[in-house]
């Protein structure tokens, strides 16, 4: 096709240049060496309007987006800690913040493609995707991706930031996961509409390193221990009764490497109590969950009123932290005791848009970071090493958003945050911890994406 379109300009442009001097040669013959003064220009032109379309085809498979999420937010006390984007300063309770601020660069060849993402924020530049993507041309189903990129786990990780309607993630997955990237190599299966029944099938998974979110937030390997991420989702649409479905079932098979010989483990449902022999020992570390996505129009209103969003995930499996921490453990914190707990954490949210410029949130979440006590053993002298990181947390998040523009939307959150109440305070449980904290949070973001 290319070639057929030179040769049409080629010829076109030879005509007009030979017409032109015909004409004004008064209609005499052209000489053989004005005919190859001529030919050489019209090969020069085309050659240059060749280099000109490659150029500006390259550059048609380059796609840049990005966002900036810049807000306000204030707390009921100074110095909380926080799961909305951040512990608050010790004598501040209230703080500006640029929450995220990224650029984002696709090169999409088709067959394959380059992501580069990278996120530039007062504390520093540092990156949140880098991958290569190999796409099967034969099926268009398959696909291999190396570098670091979104775990394929649950729901939350791979809907993009900018696109949440709750300012943060639950806090099951900040807590259990850290950060939603990782470094390794994913598979990924997408069947088409000629698959028949399978086109309502999708698969994602793959091997990581499952050190990102601690240790640097690099995902580089420290332990030689590899962890297994995958989801298995589907699809079913019913486009008569304006309704959606989307699900799926995920796991995470992994393990974190000791490098004490103690470890604290629960015995029974009373004491987390200390267990020996663990030096360069591999503690299990494994997470389920199912996930669900509704997406309704209410007959009738629904044309008026707008869609309807009913989404939701429950999470289980263990964790091995530390004493100070109910997050994941990392081999190169040398020397530090582990504390292996069995954790379970859901949300619910809802999600009503109103008309083409309002929507409305209302989040429900749970974390229980360790199931196997309840709130009234922590920070008892008999219960072992339980501590304030035993205590479960929920969270109800109602919010309003706005959408200025096709590029600006505008966020008021309140997070309602209510912590288990603490039987005790031994191992520096903090009296405070006897009843609720006062930690929730009111948030007002701007974001513009492009």
């Not at 939603?180 to 399978?198: S, V």
């Not at 196997?372 to 922590?378: K, P, Q």
């Amino acid at each position: 096709m290319k070639q057929h379109v030179s040769r049409i300009f080629s010829g076109a442009l030879a005509m007009s240049l030979l017409t032109g001097v015909a004409f004004g040669q008064n209609d005499s013959a052209v000489s053989a060496e004005e005919f190859e003064t001529l030919k050489g220009q019209v090969e020069s032109l085309n050659e240059g309007f060749l280099v000109t379309k490659t150029t500006v085809d390259k550059l048609a498979k380059i796609k840049v987006s990005g966002y900036v999420q810049a807000q306000y937010q204030i707390a009921d006390s100074n110095g909380i800690a926080s799961m909305a984007g951040g512990n608050f300063p010790a004598n501040a309770n209230q703080r500006f913040l640029i929450r995220r601020a990224r650029l984002k660069t696709v090169y999409d060849n088709i067959t394959s493609q380059l992501v580069i993402e990278v996120e530039a924020r007062p504390s520093g530049v540092s990156l949140k995707d880098a991958e290569v993507i190999l796409n099967e041309p034969w099926l268009k189903t398959f696909s291999l991706a190396a570098g670091y990129m979104d775990r394929p786990f649950g729901f939350e990780i791979g809907y993009s930031s900018s696109a949440h309607e709750a300012p943060e993630r639950a806090r099951v997955y900040q807590a259990v996961f850290k950060d939603e990237k990782d470094l390794g190599l994913k598979f990924e299966a997408n069947p088409t509409d000629r698959m028949g029944f399978l086109q309502y099938l999708n698969y994602k998974g793959g091997i990581y390193t499952g050190t990102s979110g601690y240790n640097g937030g690099t995902g580089d390997e420290i332990d030689s221990t590899v962890d297994l991420i995958g989801r298995v989702g589907f699809k079913l649409p019913f486009y008569d009764l304006g309704l959606a479905v989307d699900g799926g079932a995920s796991y995470y098979l992994g393990s974190v490497l000791s490098l004490n010989d103690t470890s604290w483990v629960m015995r029974g449902d009373t004491a987390l109590l200390a267990s020996t022999g663990n030096q360069k020992k591999r503690l299990e570390r494994n997470a389920f969950g199912v996930d669900a996505q509704v997406y309704y129009t209410i007959p009738v209103i629904g044309d008026r009123l707008g869609g309807t969003s009913l989404r939701g995930e429950y999470l289980w499996g263990q964790t091995p932290g530390t004493l100070a921490s109910n997050g994941p453990y990392g081999a190169s914190v040398a020397g530090t005791q582990t504390a292996v707990r069995n954790f379970s954490g859901w949300y619910a949210s809802w999600i009503q848009n109103y008309g083409d410029k309002l929507q409305s949130v209302v989040k429900y979440d749970v974390f229980d970071p360790n199931t196997d006590v309840t709130g009234a053993r922590v920070g008892v002298a008999t219960g072992g090493r339980l501590s304030k990181e035993d205590l479960k947390y929920t969270t109800l998040g109602l919010g309003l958003i706005y959408y200025w523009d096709e590029a600006v939307r505008i966020t008021m959150y309140w997070d309602f945050v209510t912590n288990e109440k603490a039987g005790g305070t031994a191992n520096g449980v903090n009296a405070a911890f006897g009843k609720d904290l006062k930690d929730n949070v009111a948030t007002l973001r701007a974001q513009v994406k492009f």
